[in-house]
């Protein structure tokens, strides 16, 4: 057995192997309502094989979405829209499904990137809120610097749309604690100017994705896994690092967090990062070092053998494909073939193994 086809727990959850397909925004939503899109999109990954789909950013409030076509958990509108997409997927196959809750931050009210990614028109654009009164870029407009009245909304609108992630049968939450937006926004000193007591020091900068975090398990128990997907690193002299990170890492380990995801950069355009072939890949190893809870590596790992090998030399205990997995939804069928391993198919694929490739299926009840 292969260690990227082994069995990983998160939590109380078993994952039948180590391949997690990332979250990743399609930006299809009708006010934060799953349509026919997500539908399609999410039943083709879902018949991929990985052992874990974690659905893309999910607003917990409507001033908290990246676009106007973000999903969302904030209403029961966008409860009773979600329903019929993860009920087809659970009678089709036995992927188990995450999802992962987030807030923009001052990176709301954007375009799709489709049409450029910048802030939406004047006319469109809803006001957005962070730490402090700093924007993203200079074509972004300022953020509100968060009251405290906010930051209690927002703490609530997190656990608010985790009751109704559980509700919904997600078997995992991820809050999103990367890539700039709002927790984040928080974290980071070059983001995070505040003079209370949610800024200045790293204990202080780190209370909100605490505070979330505690309020989330709390609110959602033991039965449903808990994680925290954190930018390791703003690549920039003087933000958020991986010192920084691993004090965060254990105080979140310490109150029952399930995973660590760990990605890098997305709060400056000022960010120099170092992009090439499973770059954050040192991110994770260097926090995994420190923890007991699994980690999950992502950042351009492609190719089985790369994955299989990150695996070996203890960089990660599971592998995130993101636009690999877009570009091959059976993306961890050709891995399980390349690596002479097994993996779960709907009986109605079995037809289609390759020759020579007997047992390559693991078969799931029709």
Same mark, same amino acid.
């Given at each position: 057995?292969?260690?990227? /086809?082994?069995?990983?727990? $998160?939590g109380?959850?078993?994952l039948?192997?180590?391949?997690?397909?990332?979250?990743?925004?399609?930006?299809?939503?009708?006010?934060?309502?799953?349509?026919?899109?997500?539908?399609?999109?999410?039943? &083709?990954?879902?018949?991929?094989g990985?052992?874990?789909?974690?659905?893309?950013?999910?607003?917990? *409030?409507?001033?908290?979405?990246?676009?106007?076509?973000?999903?969302?958990?904030?209403?029961?509108a966008? *409860?009773?829209?979600?329903?019929?997409?993860l009920?087809?997927?659970?009678?089709?196959?036995?992927?188990?499904?995450?999802?992962?809750?987030?807030?923009?931050?001052?990176?709301?009210?954007?375009l799709?990137?489709?049409?450029?990614?910048?802030?939406?028109?004047?006319?469109?654009?809803? %006001?957005?809120?962070?730490?402090?009164?700093?924007?993203?870029?200079?074509e972004?407009?300022? %953020?509100a610097?968060?009251?405290?009245?906010?930051?209690?909304?927002?703490?609530?609108?997190?656990?608010?749309?985790? @009751?109704?992630?559980?509700?919904?049968?997600?078997?995992?939450?991820?809050?999103?604690?990367?890539?700039?937006?709002?927790?984040?926004?928080?974290?980071s000193?070059?983001?995070n100017?505040?003079?209370?007591?949610?800024?200045?020091? @790293? *204990?202080?900068?780190?209370?909100?994705?605490?505070?979330?975090?505690?309020?989330?398990?709390?609110?959602?128990?033991?039965a449903?896994?808990?994680?925290?997907?954190?930018?390791?690193?703003?690549?920039?002299?003087?933000?958020?690092?991986?010192?920084?990170?691993?004090? $965060?890492?254990?105080?979140?380990?310490?109150?029952?967090?399930? /995973?660590?995801?760990?990605?890098?950069?997305?709060?400056?355009?000022?960010? &120099?990062?170092?992009?090439?072939?499973g770059? &954050?890949?040192?991110?994770?190893?260097?926090?995994?070092?420190?923890?007991?809870?699994?980690?999950?590596?992502?950042? @351009?790992?492609?190719?089985?053998?790369q994955?299989?090998?990150?695996?070996d030399?203890?960089?990660?205990?599971?592998?995130?494909?993101?636009?690999?997995a $877009? /570009?091959?939804?059976?993306?961890?069928?050709?891995?399980?073939?390349?690596?002479?391993? &097994?993996? %779960?198919?709907?009986?109605?694929?079995l037809?289609?193994?390759?020759?020579?490739?007997?047992?390559? /299926?693991a078969p799931l009840?029709?």
């Open positions: 057995m292969t260690a990227l /086809f082994s069995p990983l727990s $998160l109380n959850l078993e039948s192997n180590r391949v997690v397909i990332a979250p990743m925004c399609t930006y299809s939503a009708d006010d934060g309502c799953a349509n026919d899109w997500h539908l399609m999109h999410y039943g &083709q990954l879902a018949q991929s990985a052992g874990l789909l974690i659905v893309e950013a999910t607003a917990v *409030e409507a001033m908290g979405r990246i676009s106007a076509q973000d999903l969302g958990l904030w209403s029961d966008a *409860e009773a829209a979600m329903r019929p997409v009920e087809h997927i659970r009678r089709h196959s036995g992927i188990k499904m995450g999802v992962q809750l987030g807030h923009a931050g001052r990176k709301a009210a954007s799709q990137p489709w049409l450029g990614g910048g802030p939406l028109p004047q006319d469109e654009a809803w %006001p957005t809120l962070g730490a402090s009164a700093l924007s993203a870029s200079p972004v407009p300022t %953020p610097a968060a009251t405290l009245a906010d930051i209690v909304r927002v703490k609530k609108a997190f656990v608010d749309a985790a @009751l109704r992630a559980q509700r919904l049968g997600y078997d995992l939450i991820e809050l999103h604690g990367a890539h700039g937006y709002l927790l984040h926004q928080f974290l000193p070059l983001s100017q505040r003079t209370d007591q949610y800024g200045g020091s @790293l *204990e202080n900068r780190m209370r909100l994705t605490l505070e979330v975090f505690s309020a989330v398990r709390a609110a959602v128990g033991d449903l896994p808990v994680g925290v997907r954190l930018s390791a690193s703003d690549w920039i002299e003087g933000g958020w690092d991986v010192e920084q990170s691993g004090v $965060l890492a254990r105080e979140l380990q310490a109150l029952g967090c399930a /995973f660590l995801h760990v990605s890098s950069g997305g709060l400056s355009p000022a960010q &120099q990062i170092p992009v090439g072939p770059y &954050q890949l040192p991110l994770a190893h260097a926090l995994r070092a420190q923890l007991a809870m699994p980690v999950i590596g992502v950042g @351009l790992i492609t190719d089985p053998l994955a299989q090998a990150a695996l030399a203890g960089d990660a205990d599971a592998i995130a494909i993101a636009r690999a $877009l /570009f091959n939804p059976r993306w961890p069928w050709h891995a399980a073939q390349a690596l002479g391993a &097994q993996v %779960p198919a709907s009986p109605q694929y037809r289609c193994q390759p020759h020579g490739a007997r047992g390559l /299926f009840s029709a």
